[in-house]
């Protein structure tokens, strides 16, 4: 990737000082070596959990977005597109978990999984506790395949509330760790894109490009939307006695309007069927030009509802 005139290996590095300098009340660059970059809270808090999270970078906000206080204590980036490095994500883990530990939180994607997996193995060398969370939300990955094959999308910023939630209560990095996992095993998110001009649509399209599983012609805006929550609510099945919140991401080319006029048909649809507790709209991770949606439904039972109570705001991430 060029950007006028830069690599792609300066890009990371230089956003990230940007948004430092940009907002130094609320964000510091770590200045980590090697590739990719980490962006962390100004105010550091080593007496709990450090919550690291990571990914692919330019996919704005996520996940540097979900950085701050009530969200994670840091995010990793590597290259445009490209796993974080591991050597990063130990430099990070570092300097921020020595004392409680650091939970290491990222999609469940081949790159993530192998270098958050060396930075835990390094880390553990320099006696620092780690515990991996990886999340398994996006319902168009491995059809028929058992739910650990999923591949992530956007319920891991339901798992990073809970996760940083439980570490400012000073729960003990374990605890941390099984409340984040118990928070993406009840999440689910299904992609639906538009064609540009034209009333079909396709559920399940991946974060990379990947074909989805199911498509409709001359589709109205209100079908599709009830459609939608019709195949999430099968693939989460509420269970007596929990809430469900609602996540409503629009792609790169949808319109603020119209994401909230599908995010109230989508209600409505998901109200007529089960109690809602919360619903939020806004372009948490555009990936792709794309006209469309990603939709998330979270089922919380009394033990992880709490953490999702309170309001957070990151930059371009209110909850």
């Known amino acids: ?3 006028f005139g830069e690599t792609r290996e300066n890009y990371c590095p230089m956003w990230f000082e940007s948004m430092a300098r940009t907002f130094p009340e609320r964000w510091r660059d770590l200045g980590v070596q090697g590739p990719g970059a980490a962006l962390a809270k100004r105010v550091p808090t080593p007496d709990r959990v450090a919550v690291i999270i990571s990914g692919g970078g330019s ?3 996520f996940i540097p977005g979900f950085v701050g206080e009530g969200l994670a204590d840091c995010a990793v980036v590597g290259p445009p597109y490209t796993a974080p490095s591991a050597y990063a994500i130990y430099e990070a883990g570092l300097k921020l978990g020595r004392e409680k530990g650091a939970l290491l939180l990222y999609n469940n994607f081949m790159g993530d999984y192998l270098n958050n997996d060396m930075a835990s ?3 553990a060398l320099e006696g620092v506790q780690t515990e991996q969370v990886l999340c398994r939300d996006d319902m168009g990955t491995a059809i028929g395949e058992p739910r650990e094959n999923r591949g ?3 319920g891991i910023a339901y798992v990073i509330r809970v996760a940083a939630g439980a570490a400012r209560e000073g729960k003990s990095l374990q605890e941390v760790a099984r ?3 118990k928070t993406d ?5 299904l992609s639906l894109a538009v064609e540009p001009g034209s009333a079909f649509i396709t559920f399940g399209k991946g974060i990379s490009g990947e074909p989805g599983f199911h498509s409709r012609e001359n589709a109205t805006v209100t079908a599709a939307a009830e459609e939608m929550i019709s195949l999430l609510l099968e693939d989460v099945k509420p269970r007596a006695g929990e809430k469900v919140y609602m996540l409503v991401n629009r792609l790169r080319l949808t319109s603020y309007s119209d994401s909230f006029v599908m995010a ?3 209600e409505k649809a998901l109200r007529s069927r089960c109690p809602v507790a919360q619903v939020r709209v806004g372009g948490y991770q555009q990936v792709t030009d794309t006209y469309g949606y990603t939709v998330t439904l979270l089922c919380a039972d009394d033990e992880i509802a709490p953490y999702l109570d309170a309001p ?3 930059d371009g991430f209110l909850m």
Not at 185 to 189: D, E, K
Request: glycine share 16%; net charge positive.
């Open 59 to 61: 996919n704005g906000p």
């Open 312 to 314: 957070v705001v990151g």
């Open 264 to 266: 109230g048909l989508m």
């Open 121 to 123: 193995e390094l880390l």
């Open 185 to 189: 095993a009840r999440c689910s998110t």
């Open 152 to 154: 992530g999308r956007i």
């Open 179 to 181: 409340l984040a996992r």
């Open 1 to 3: 990737m060029h950007w």
